[in-house]
């Protein structure tokens, strides 16, 4: 691989780009749900920044301290620290619209200088195996691996022709209206169950005081006023007709024995895009493998953060997803059929399943939900008809989500086969 891309003319990252990289402010506030975008190296997964995404936030004033990397449309994004390998390299591009954003010191921002290079060609090439090749070779382990900016700014791009590069911008673009098309397929079926409930403009009450019997506190040993608000018990009596999740599922936390020379693909926490519900994975060595990578999935189940779960880490494993795959302990998974399982994903995503599973996690200060918490939350009882409508919705969301994946590993594929022909015709 290095002697293809020597064989090509080409240009270092340094040359064609600005490279910056971030910083991690230390007076942040992790729990701040508005404000400015900070990104992390777990929201860079080599594809397009998605909009609707559950990210970190810092505060304004704090944002007026690292205007220097304030993020703009097209800039690339490049993983320079991360735990594993895997991790390093990782590349992600800003779309237009994005929110006022912002990134650490784990990652870099590369904005072109001129024209000769389009950054959607950029953004595809460090994706592909030359780019990849390179930042791996570049990468030093020191505890974590990292690059610095002068190692990345190394990165050397082949000068390709710009109607080539148009040619996978424009393949870029319909990632783009792919990934637009989901969100907005998935929020068609959220509508309909709002609308079904009639809870499509619900809006919860805070109240600013109440009144709890003694009594109360004893059955749920807790005594915050936080857990007793409400707002809790307004949205379940809004919901006439319900069961418990555990009258829906079947669980399947079951683990199994791992061996320690075998390859597994490794689901973690952050490996679930709260914001489009997509599932990556990283692949561990078995004796690598962290201590809770406990449980093996097959393809098809449901699977529920049980940390921070109000962030909505609700995901369907893809059915591909069925050799040497193994999730970690800290979700809960289930089994559950089609239509139930994507209904189930609708619900649970929504202000009816995040709102229960805050309820158990405040005044904690490392939300996290039991078992028991996520067997008995109320589940809407709706016609097996509606669960069908809903799903099909939700089908038809992971389908384009699927395709703009596929046309994001043609556009690669694209740019290899450029190299590779080595000509700009």
């Given at each position: 691989l290095a002697r293809k891309i020597r064989s090509v003319k080409n240009q270092s990252l340094k040359e064609i780009g600005?490279?910056?990289?971030?910083?991690?402010?230390?007076?942040?506030?992790?729990?701040?749900?508005?404000g400015v975008v900070l990104l992390k190296t777990t929201d860079i997964r080599n594809n397009i920044l998605s909009n609707d995404d559950n990210y970190y936030h810092i505060t304004p004033k704090i944002a007026e301290r690292m205007l220097k990397t304030k993020l703009e449309t097209n800039d690339i994004l490049v993983n320079i620290v991360g735990a594993t390998l895997g991790v390093i390299g990782r590349a992600s591009l800003v779309p237009n619209s994005f929110p006022e954003s912002n990134i650490t010191q784990a990652m870099a921002l590369i904005r072109m200088k001129g024209t000769v290079y389009l950054p959607e060609f950029v953004f595809t090439y460090i994706m592909s195996k030359y780019g990849q090749f390179q930042t791996d070779r570049l990468a030093r382990p020191t505890g974590q691996f990292n690059l610095n900016l002068e190692e990345l700014g190394?990165?050397?791009?082949?000068?390709?022709?710009?109607s080539k590069q148009k040619d996978v911008a424009e393949t870029i673009k319909n990632v783009m209206e792919l990934q637009e098309e989901s969100k907005k397929t998935y929020q068609h079926a959220e509508n309909l169950l709002l609308e079904e409930l009639g809870l499509k403009d619900f809006k919860i009450p805070e109240d600013l005081s109440?009144?709890?019997?003694?009594?109360?506190?004893?059955n749920v040993d807790r005594v915050d006023a936080d857990y007793f608000q409400p707002k809790y018990e307004f949205l379940i009596k809004k919901i006439e007709n319900k069961k418990r999740l555990f009258e829906f599922t079947n669980k399947a936390n079951k683990s199994f024995k791992t061996e320690p020379d075998i390859e597994y693909n490794y689901i973690e926490i952050s490996d679930v895009n709260v914001g489009t519900g997509d599932v990556i994975f990283n692949k561990v060595v078995g004796k690598e493998l962290p201590a809770n990578a406990k449980i093996k999935v097959s393809g098809g189940e449901l699977i529920i953060s049980k940390v921070r779960p109000t962030r909505g880490a609700v995901a369907i494993i893809p059915d591909e997803y069925n050799q040497n795959f193994v999730a970690s302990g800290a979700f809960f998974i289930f089994k559950v059929t089609s239509p139930t399982r994507e209904f189930l994903q609708v619900v649970l995503r929504s202000m009816i399943g995040k709102l229960q599973m805050e309820r158990p996690t405040t005044g904690t200060s490392y939300p996290t939900i039991t078992d028991q918490d996520v067997e008995n939350l109320w589940i809407p009882d709706v016609k097996i008809e509606t669960q069908q409508k809903i799903a099909n919705l939700v089908t038809k969301s992971h389908e384009?989500?699927?395709k703009s994946k596929e046309l994001l590993e043609e556009a690669k594929r694209k740019v290899e086969e450029m190299i590779e022909k080595g000509d700009k015709n």
């Open positions: 600005v490279i910056r990289s971030g910083t991690t402010p230390t007076d942040r506030d992790d729990e701040l749900i508005d190394q990165v050397l791009v082949p000068e390709i022709s710009i109440y009144i709890v019997n003694y009594s109360d506190t004893e384009a989500r699927k």
